[in-house]
Every structure is written in structure tokens, then in C-alpha cells.
């Protein structure tokens, strides 16, 4: 793939803002979580059958996605095209590919609203846990994040049925997401309901 050095500069920055930042603190929107995604675009991608040019501009996107967390819970996004932006035009990057860059990342915020496939990418990637076996564990960092950095507290009755509420207006965007992660999903709504 084109331009290896470029995703490698982008994992290398990125990693390092993040975890030089409250991001290591949380639970769920830190590092990992950004890896996480960055895995899930390029399957995603794959599966999708996305041109390599196509896939790098989802890599760089998926790095940055969430980096704005580091400064800002609200509107995050922003923050984070702006530090693509500034990072990928002193790569020397061209303005359409900046642009087409940060228009991935903006589809991120909720709630979603992808127009494009690179967009409808992302936006699943960002919530493949939604339809994993791990979704409860994924859910409960989610949580104590929300609670501990956002000041906003749940009973566990009010958030189970938060949980159910999203999962059941939910749906994947791509036709690679619907297929590997919707019948978990329908599981863990099941999961929850037999919660309350």
C-alpha cells in the first residue's frame, strides 16, 4: 500500500498525543479503543472491496477520530480535524485528501449520519462493539467514563434501558458490518433485556 510511511507517522503522532493527554485515563476512549477501530476500518474496508488509496485515507481517519477527546468531550470531532489538518498539511498532504480526511472523521459524531462508503466505514468501525461477545465488558468502561470525566450518572435500571434504547435504534451501515455483527447485536439486546 502507497504511502506506508505517512500511516506510520500518523500511528506514531497520534499514539503519543493520546497518551500524553487525559485519553490515558479513560476508560474507554483512549488508546486501545483507537487501535481498535483502526483494525475494524481496514476489515471493514476489505470486506467492503475499497481501493488502497481509499483504506489509507480511512487508516489516517480512524488514528485521528477520537484524538480531540484529549482536549474536549463535546464536539470532539472538531478538535480532531483540526489536528489532522495541522498534522497531514505539514506532511505535505493535499487539501481534497485534508478535506476528504476530516469529512471521515466528522461522520463519527452522533448521531451518525455517513453519506459516503468511506464514512459509512468508520462509523461502523467506531461501533463494531456493539456486535461483539465482549460488548458488556466494552459497555461498562463506556460507563464508568461517562460517569467519572462527564459527570454523567446513571442507576442501573436507567442505563440498561439507555443501552437497549440505542442498540434497537441502531443499525450498520455496510453490508460487511450487517453481516458479521448484527446477529450478536440482536444477542446483546437480548443479553440486556434479560437484565432488567
Known amino acids: 500500500m502507497e504511502n506506508l510511511g ?18 490515558q485515563y479513560l476508560p474507554f476512549h483512549n488508546w486501545k479503543h483507537t487501535k481498535e477501530v483502526v483494525e475494524n476500518s481496514k476489515t471493514i ?7 488502497n488509496e481509499t483504506i489509507e485515507e480511512l487508516i489516517i481517519a480512524s488514528y485521528f477520530h477520537d484524538l480531540g477527546n484529549s482536549r474536549e468531550f463535546s464536539n470532539h470531532e472538531r478538535v480532531s480535524c ?3 489538518q495541522n498534522f497531514l498539511s505539514k506532511q505535505g498532504f493535499s487539501i481534497h485528501r485534508i478535506i476528504h480526511i476530516t469529512q471521515i472523521i466528522e461522520a463519527t459524531q452522533m448521531p451518525q449520519n455517513p453519506k459516503t462508503i468511506t464514512q459509512k466505514v468508520i462509523c461502523d468501525a467506531d461501533l463494531t462493539h456493539l456486535g461483539k461477545k ?12 461517562w460517569a467519572a470525566f462527564n459527570n454523567q450518572k446513571f442507576s442501573d435500571r436507567e442505563w440498561i434501558f439507555l443501552n437497549i434504547d440505542f442498540l434497537e435504534r441502531h443499525n450498520f451501515y455496510t453490508a460487511f458490518a450487517r453481516k458479521h455483527f448484527t446477529t450478536q447485536k440482536n444477542e446483546n439486546i437480548k443479553l440486556l433485556k434479560s437484565l432488567i
Not at 7 to 23: D, N, V
Not at 45 to 51: F, S, T
Request: charged share 40%.
Open 45 to 51: 474496508a476489505k470486506g467492503e472491496h475499497l481501493p
Open 82 to 84: 483540526k489536528f489532522a
Open 134 to 145: 465482549n460488548f458488556l465488558i466494552k459497555n461498562l468502561k463506556l460507563r464508568k467514563e
Open 6 to 23: 505517512l500511516i506510520e507517522k500518523t500511528k506514531i503522532y497520534c499514539k503519543e498525543m493520546m497518551e500524553a493527554s487525559r485519553c
